[in-house]
Structures are given as structure tokens and as C-alpha cells.
């Protein structure tokens, strides 16, 4: 293969793949960006010249769930990637050879190629009894991942463990859990794909980006993509009439609960959010948690163990958040119509950006440390 | 005599390692060790007993829908909230989408690897392959130009050099005996099954929004409204997709995954005399049929010893008890009772970086489950031993038939194979009764009957302000069950013991072994530097770390038995 054409062009054609179907394949990949679609051109120009890059991808205080949800994917599908797109050198729930053979995989790939490899990081990293709540191969998933994620080009966060710390780092959090950002300060360009878990089609769609591009893409205040974190639920809600209108389940199996109404009083935390699940849905859009009939429960936010529970009281109680309404008052609130109600966005607003200002700047993020909060204790 | 480390073990979910005394070609004894632990159970405490499903379903993404289930009915138990039929229905889809879905990955993409040489693969012929594949089985994907299609694919993959997953494994070892037709098959049913599952499981997005981590559960019932004349609701549309993702799982999972079992059990069978273990199993049983306090259950509870299959005993939870002696935890200087116990983590072990765990003292962030004082094995095979024994018609067709196109006994059950030829026997049950529920629901909502929660016990103000209660459920995996406390509306205390911490635990107060290391005793081991025969008997468990390691207290359990949908 020429230098020009990338081994992929010549797996396409192997494969019987025109380039008008691979065109048609990458305006799929282009609008889950939100890209026009003059972009798929481009992606595709760019995918055939891709080569191999190698992936690590880590576990630790995990449950395996992003794995599951990577397992999910399917543009592209798990075999084209772990085939085709990268070379995947090190995953414990994949991988064939195991104990010391699959250790020196890893290390194969920390000396022979510094700088050079991907690291996703699963699961939080506790720092409690030096470091033995979590050990793979006799050392402890601290030590791995300073020096796993020290010597990686980047770093992907995947899931809210590995983002934020998540469940283990839930209140009281018994063994000192921390997330990426908080466990291994100053890791090189580490994205953060929150989520319980992260959705397959952001997984695949960050990675087909950084193949198309040759860069990461922009980041809001959370390290977190704009593509999938620049909105939230709530805005992009197929119920948001139903909110607009003050048109709301009250009763599970009501009738407005089988019609599709708001479940904002049930505890809908679609409104602090920031997530892309009413567009890309889940499972290849067969559905999403709003629309099988239960409320969002934040999962893609930090700390959302802490600070969106109890998961069935709706938002103005939910402590730390100083809405001005209270559950007694929302009735009354809402007959005020959509201009209170859009006020009360306001407030929830003001509480996200005390968070951490989503960035909207264009460009590659830079080797800085994270910006938002993660990982603590409440 | 060498002393073997397996860790990680891969191909598994969490955070396992073996080690094993080799000497004479064969394990001589083995320890099992669980090396991550997160605390879960002590941070429910002081929450809302309603929020649990979603805490404790985390405990583990590859068994995604078991901890929701067993705390759910858990906390049901202790308020007396009742489910209405349709979210028993619902769950029983749940419940069954998952068994099928999970027991296919871990036999494709967790275990085959152990039996399949994919760099043998390369010299297969595909004209064979391709007589080999239409001997056993008229699933369409069987022309000579696929297997090519399929062979020249893997071919590309090696030649590029990056050999990615199946990089420095274990190709070429002498306990590989597939004749390579048979692994190119093996490797294309390898991908077409990654592909599979993933469009099988949107069985669970319609049931319960998303995959991996389901989210309609609720205790007192479901949150997905069913109205065959909503289209917000679970509706007809709903019941044909289901119906076309049943209709072609069953058609998988009877003419790739069954007919593959067989065949690569065919060149195995000196595996059915290895891996036999604790021979002890136990089942709490699941899918119930009706909606009363004690509901027949499609797979029945009880408990075999001692490999006798003339005697299903009935199972009596009171009979369970933990040890600590071999675990991360605080000894109980004075037993406390269960439902108020706690124990506390502390690790002796040694700092990491270590070489060497301390075998002969604490080793394992897992605890010790005995039944009267007995090790027991959970899981697919104790499930179907004991539906077998209780005289389960369609188990004993199933296990019957599978048997007799090994020319084997039923002696052969209890072995690594068994745990094998078990798993895939469940999974052909489930995908024949799957339908059985989906019509089930349909029909319920033809009555009228659109129920999906027990409302009246949603406030926690309709709660008695102190209640104990206990969920079970048969995972994917085996026996778990959720014990919780609540007092004042919030969780007092919350315990779990999971399928994994039975078979995976270490050895007990009196030096018992658990199922895994009871298992890995007389296994083959050709280079101690490569252990591949440790791997096929351990991940013929189906390990999941994750799940298995939890702070549970308890001496002694005396907690009454209640099943709710």
C-alpha cells in the first residue's frame, strides 16, 4: 500500500465497499456531530488514509458497563474497530492472552510506543490503603494508570467512574475513589465521556473524529465533547411540549404517563443535564430512558450519586439546588404559563454555570488541567 | 512443583487472580483471589430505599439487570408493595433477554478463545469449512465464499502485524485439538455473534430505555406504561418488535450457538472428567409464572449435594452463613445479628507492588457463602442439575439430547464441559419460553388490565417505619440475593451475596475450598508458563468479579424467603 492510500482504502475495496457507500456511512457519522454535509466528504477522504492507532483501554473501579456499551456500537461496529480502525493491544474483557502474557502487552506498548497510543480509562482509581482497593497484576490501578495515562498522547475518560469518580466515590466514599482528572493531575489531552454508562455512539463517534481529524474535538467545562454534551436533555426533549404546556405524569401508569406527558414531577433531572441521549437515543435509536417512561437521572453529570438523588424528587428540592420552587408551589408555578417556566431554566442555568462554564471556543484543548470540579467527596 | 500467577485473568468482568501450585502436569491447589473492592452497601446507607435498584445495579454492567431486579423485590419484601402482572411479566422479558444475551457473549467473547486456536484458523480450507458448518447445522452463513470471506479477512488482520486482542496468547499450545475448519467456523460465529448480541439487546431498550444499564425499574412495579393505544407505551408495535428479536435469537441461538457447543465439545470430552469441583449446587429459582406470594417458578429453587441427582433438597436461606476468615474484613468478635451487623474492610494483605499473596492468611476481597457449612456451586448448571432432578420435562429433553450426541453420561455434567453444555442448554430453554411472556403481556393488555405499579406503596409515608426485607433472583451468573433494612424511610443497612462470591470466595473457617479452587484441582497444566487449561476451567464459571466482592456481615442468616415479581 502507498503512502497516499492507507490500508483502509485497499480494505474497502477488498470489501466491495464503494466510496459512495463509505460517503453514505460518514454523513451518518457527520450528523451525529451535527456537521453539514458537505463533512462526510472529508471524514471519508480522511478515513481512508487512516492507519492503525493503538488503543489501551484500562479497568478499574468499574463494572465493566462501558465495555458492554463499546460492545454496542455499531458505525462502527466493535469488530471493525478492534479489526479494522485500531489496534486494541490491551482490554481485560476482550483480550485472549491473560496474566503475565497480557501484562506485557501493556508494557509492550508503554515503551514501544511513549506518545504514541490512545489510553480509555474505565472504572474510578481509589487512593484508600495504599492503593489495594484496586490491584491488577500485584499494583495497584494508581501506579498503572500514572503511568499508563502518563505516557499516552490521550486520555479517554469513559463513564462517570472515570470521569468523576462516580459510584465509588458516592458519599461516604469508603475507599477514596477519584476520577482520571483528580487521580492522575496533568494527563495529556484527557477527554471526559461521562455517562452511566457512556453511550457506544459517543464512544465511536469521539473516536471517528480523532481518525478523521487527526485532533480531539471541542470541549465544554467538564473536558466533556460538544457534540454530545452541548445541550442538555431538556432542550432537546421530545416531552418538552408536554413541560411547556404544564402537561405532567403524576402517577406511574397514568394516563399521562401512557400518553408520554413530562416527568419533570417525577423527578426528571433532563433540565441540569447536559447530555445528547433525546437525539442519539440508544441501542442504534431504538429508545432512551425518557421515552421507555421513567425520568433522567442525570448520569452524565458529576457527582450525580450525590446531587441528583433522591432520584424520584423533582429538581427544586434536590439539595443544593436553591430554586426558588418549592414541590408545593410548582402548580401554581406553572399556571404562570411558559414564561415562568422558562425562569425557572434560568435558575437551573445559573446553577450549571456556578459548576463550570460550558466553553464554547473551537480548537483542540490544550495540555491543561481539568476545569470542573470531579471526583471529590460532597 | 512451580508456583503459577494468573493475573489479570482476562476475558472475564472485574478484577480476578488464580494462583495455583503446578506439579506433575497437574494443579496440585489453587487460591482465588478477588483484588478490587468499591464499598456499595456502605454507601446506600442513610438513602432512599427507592433509589437502591440504581445504585446496586451498577455493581455490575455485564450482569446489568440482576442487582435492579434482586433490590427491587428486595425492598418490595420489606414495605409490601405488590407489582402488578404486567411488570411481573416485564421483568420475567427482562430477566430471560438477559440470560440469552449474556450466556452467548461469554461463550463467543469470553470462553471460545480458551478452545479456539484463531491463528490455526489461517489453514483452513473453506470448501471444508464449509461441509463441516452444513453437517451440523442449515444456518444460511455456510457457503465455501464466506468462510473465504471470512479467512482472507483474518489473513489481512495478521499480515498488517498488529495483532491487537489476540496478540502473545496462547496459539499453537498442545491442549488446542480443533482441527483448523473448525476454528475458522468458530471465529466466524466469533464475529457474526458480536454482531448478534447487539441488535438481540434491543430487546432491552424497549423494555427498559437503554443497554447496558437498564432504567425503568421501580419499586412496586415498572415505569414503562403499556397501552395498546398509546404510542408512548409499551403498544403492539412494541410486542412485534419483540416478537421479531425472540424469533431470531431462537434461531441463532438453536443453529449457530447449540450446534457449535456440540461440536467443539465433540473434541473436548476428556474435559468432562476435569474441573468437577465443590459438587454441592444451589438455586434459588426464578421466573414466576403467576402472581401469588409463592408463584411456581418456571426453573425451580433447591439444592443438590454431593453430585446426588436422585434428591433435590429444598432450599432454606436460613442456612447460610459467611466466613471471613480467608477475606479483607474485620474478624466479628462478637456476631452480630444480620440484619443489624457490619463489617468493616481492612486489608493485611501485601503492599502493592506485590509478587505474592498470603495464602495462608487473608487473600481475597471476597467472602466465604456456605450452605449449612457447605461450599456451593451457582450458576446455568446448577439450574439446570436441579430442574433435571426435579423432573423438568424440557431440561431433561434438552440435557437428554445434548448428552446423547456426545455419547456421554450424565456423570459428564460435573466437569468443566458441563458448566458448558449447561449454559447453552439454559439458553435454548429461554429462547423457546421467551415468547411465552411477550404473549403474556399482550393478552394482559387485550383484558383491559394497563397496571404497571403498586402505587398505593409508593409514598413512603404507606410504609411500616421499620422492615426487613430480602429480594432473590437466579442471574445469569447463579443465586443472588439483596438483604435490606430500612428504618425511617431511609436504608438502615443493605447486603448482598452474589453469584460470583459463591463459587469465587476463598476457603472458609475450616479450610473448605471454594467451587473455583475445589474446581482447579487435577487440572492439566502442560507449561506452567502458559496456562491455558487454568483459564477454561475458571472462565467455565463465567467470573464476575464486580459482582462478587461486597461488605456483607453475617454469621448467620435468618431471613425468610419471599419472592415477589
Known amino acids: ?378 | 512443583m512451580s508456583h503459577v500467577v494468573v493475573d489479570p485473568v482476562t476475558r472475564i468482568e472485574g478484577h480476578l487472580r488464580i494462583e495455583a501450585e503446578v506439579d506433575g502436569g497437574q494443579v496440585q491447589d489453587a487460591w482465588s483471589s478477588s483484588t478490587m473492592f468499591r464499598g456499595i452497601e456502605l454507601i446506600l446507607k442513610g438513602r432512599d430505599p427507592r433509589d437502591a435498584w440504581a445504585f446496586t445495579q451498577r455493581i455490575c454492567g455485564v450482569c446489568t439487570t440482576v442487582h435492579a431486579i434482586a433490590s427491587v423485590r428486595s425492598v418490595e419484601n420489606a414495605i409490601g408493595a405488590k407489582p402488578p402482572p404486567n411488570a411481573r411479566v416485564l421483568r420475567n422479558l427482562i430477566m430471560a433477554s438477559q440470560c440469552i444475551q449474556d450466556h452467548v457473549i461469554h461463550f463467543y467473547h469470553l470462553h471460545a478463545l480458551d478452545w479456539v486456536d484463531v491463528v490455526s484458523a489461517l489453514k483452513a480450507d473453506p470448501e471444508k469449512t464449509s461441509a463441516l458448518a452444513q453437517s451440523i447445522s442449515d444456518w444460511p452463513l455456510s457457503s465455501t465464499k464466506y468462510f473465504a470471506g471470512v479467512k482472507g479477512r483474518l489473513k489481512d488482520f495478521v499480515d498488517r502485524g498488529q495483532l491487537g486482542p489476540f496478540a502473545n496468547a496462547y496459539w499453537g499450545h498442545p491442549a488446542y485439538k480443533l482441527p483448523p475448519e473448525a476454528n475458522l467456523l468458530a471465529v466466524a460465529h466469533y464475529l457474526e455473534a458480536l454482531d448478534w448480541q447487539r441488535d438481540f439487546i434491543r430487546m432491552h431498550a424497549i423494555l427498559g430505555g437503554k443497554n447496558p444499564h437498564l432504567q425503568s425499574f421501580l419499586v412496586g412495579g415498572m415505569a414503562t406504561p403499556v397501552d395498546p393505544d398509546r404510542q408512548a407505551s409499551i403498544n403492539m408495535g412494541s410486542v412485534a418488535r419483540m416478537k421479531e428479536l425472540t424469533a431470531r435469537a431462537r434461531e441463532f441461538v438453536t443453529k449457530v450457538y447449540l450446534p457449535d457447543v456440540l461440536a467443539v465439545a465433540s473434541f473436548y470430552k476428556d474435559w468432562a472428567g476435569v474441573g468437577g469441583g465443590v459438587g454441592n449446587y444451589m438455586v434459588y429459582g426464578e421466573y414466576p409464572e403467576t402472581d401469588d406470594d409463592k408463584p411456581p417458578l418456571f426453573l425451580p429453587s433447591g439444592v443438590i449435594r454431593n453430585k446426588n441427582l436422585g434428591k433435590v433438597e429444598p432450599l432454606d436461606p436460613a442456612k447460610i452463613t459467611e466466613s471471613v476468615k480467608h477475606s479483607w474484613y474485620e474478624d466479628g468478635a462478637t456476631p452480630l445479628h444480620p440484619r443489624d451487623g457490619e463489617t468493616r474492610p481492612r486489608y493485611t494483605g501485601p503492599k502493592p507492588p506485590y509478587e505474592r499473596l498470603e495464602t495462608a492468611a487473608k487473600y481475597s476481597w471476597l467472602k466465604s457463602p456456605r450452605y449449612d457449612g457447605e461450599p456451593m456451586e451457582v450458576g446455568p448448571l446448577s439450574r439446570m442439575l436441579v430442574a433435571y432432578g426435579s423432573g423438568h420435562k424440557r431440561v431433561q429433553e434438552l440435557v437428554g439430547t445434548a448428552l446423547k450426541s456426545l455419547g456421554v453420561g450424565p456423570e459428564a455434567l460435573f466437569s468443566t464441559l458441563g458448566r458448558i453444555a449447561a449454559r447453552c442448554v439454559e439458553t435454548v430453554l429461554l429462547a423457546e419460553k421467551i415468547d411465552s411472556w411477550v404473549d403474556a403481556l399482550a393478552a394482559n393488555m387485550d383484558k383491559g388490565d394497563l397496571r404497571i405499579h403498586d402505587t398505593g406503596k409508593w409514598d413512603p409515608s404507606a410504609w411500616p417505619k421499620e422492615a426487613y426485607g430480602a429480594g432473590f433472583h437466579e442471574a445469569p451468573r447463579g443465586a443472588l440475593g439483596h438483604w435490606v433494612h430500612i428504618k425511617n424511610g431511609v436504608i438502615a443497612n443493605y447486603q448482598c451475596i452474589v453469584p460470583s462470591t459463591w463459587n469465587a470466595g476463598p476457603r472458609d473457617g475450616s479450610e473448605k475450598r471454594g467451587p473455583y479452587e475445589a474446581a482447579l484441582l487435577k487440572t492439566p497444566v502442560a507449561d506452567p508458563k502458559q496456562p491455558l487449561e487454568i483459564l477454561r476451567t475458571v472462565h467455565s464459571f463465567d467470573p464476575c468479579m464486580a459482582c462478587g466482592v461486597h461488605v456483607v456481615d453475617v454469621q448467620r442468616r435468618e431471613l425468610a424467603r419471599v419472592r415477589t415479581a
Open chain 1, 1 to 378: 500500500m502507498g503512502s497516499r492510500e492507507g490500508w483502509l482504502a485497499g480494505e474497502l475495496r477488498r470489501r466491495g465497499i464503494s466510496r459512495r457507500e463509505l460517503l453514505f456511512f460518514c454523513a451518518g457519522v457527520a450528523g451525529t456531530f451535527g456537521l453539514p454535509a458537505s463533512a462526510a466528504s472529508q471524514i471519508a477522504t480522511a478515513l481512508t488514509r487512516a492507519k492503525k492507532p493503538i488503543l489501551v483501554w484500562l479497568e478499574f473501579q468499574d463494572c465493566a458497563g462501558n465495555t458492554e456499551s463499546f460492545l454496542r456500537s455499531s458505525a462502527p461496529s466493535v469488530g471493525e474497530v478492534v479489526l479494522d480502525l485500531l489496534s486494541v493491544d490491551y482490554h481485560e474483557t476482550i483480550m485472549a492472552a491473560a496474566g503475565l502474557q497480557a501484562e506485557e502487552a501493556l508494557n509492550g506498548v508503554v515503551k514501544n510506543a511513549p506518545g504514541q497510543f490512545i489510553a480509555i480509562v474505565e472504572g474510578s482509581i481509589p487512593t484508600g490503603a495504599d492503593g489495594a482497593y484496586c490491584t491488577i497484576g500485584g499494583r495497584s490501578a494508581l501506579d498503572i494508570a500514572r503511568e499508563v495515562c502518563g505516557k499516552a498522547a490521550a486520555t479517554i475518560a469513559v463513564g462517570t467512574c472515570a470521569t468523576y469518580g462516580g459510584l465509588p466515590a458516592a458519599a461516604p466514599n469508603p475507599t477514596g475513589a477519584l476520577g482520571v482528572a483528580d487521580a492522575v493531575p496533568g494527563v495529556k489531552n484527557l477527554i471526559n465521556l461521562s455517562a452511566c454508562p457512556a453511550n457506544a455512539a459517543n464512544i465511536a463517534a469521539l473516536l471517528v473524529y480523532h481518525l478523521t481529524y487527526k485532533r480531539w474535538p471541542p470541549l465544554d467545562g467538564f473536558r466533556r465533547p460538544l457534540f454530545a454534551y452541548g445541550k442538555t436533555i431538556h432542550d432537546n426533549c421530545e416531552r418538552r411540549a408536554h413541560f411547556d404546556a404544564g402537561q405532567y405524569v403524576e402517577s406511574w401508569g397514568d394516563d399521562a404517563h401512557r400518553s408520554g406527558a413530562c416527568l419533570y414531577k417525577m423527578g426528571c433531572k433532563g433540565p441540569v443535564t447536559y447530555q445528547n441521549c433525546p437525539t442519539v437515543r440508544w441501542n442504534d435509536g431504538t429508545n432512551w430512558p425518557i421515552g421507555c417512561g421513567h425520568p433522567c437521572i442525570g448520569c452524565a453529570e458529576p457527582d450525580f450519586w450525590d446531587r441528583m438523588t433522591p432520584f424520584y424528587k423533582h429538581l427544586p428540592d434536590v439539595p443544593g439546588f436553591q430554586a426558588a420552587s418549592s414541590v408545593d408551589t410548582v402548580g401554581a408555578w406553572l399556571t404562570v404559563g411558559a414564561a415562568a417556566a422558562f425562569a425557572g431554566h434560568g435558575v437551573l442555568k445559573g446553577i450549571q454555570n456556578s459548576r463550570g462554564k460550558p466553553e464554547e471556543s473551537a480548537g483542540p484543548p490544550g495540555d491543561r488541567g481539568p476545569t470542573g470540579s470531579a471526583g471529590g467527596q460532597p
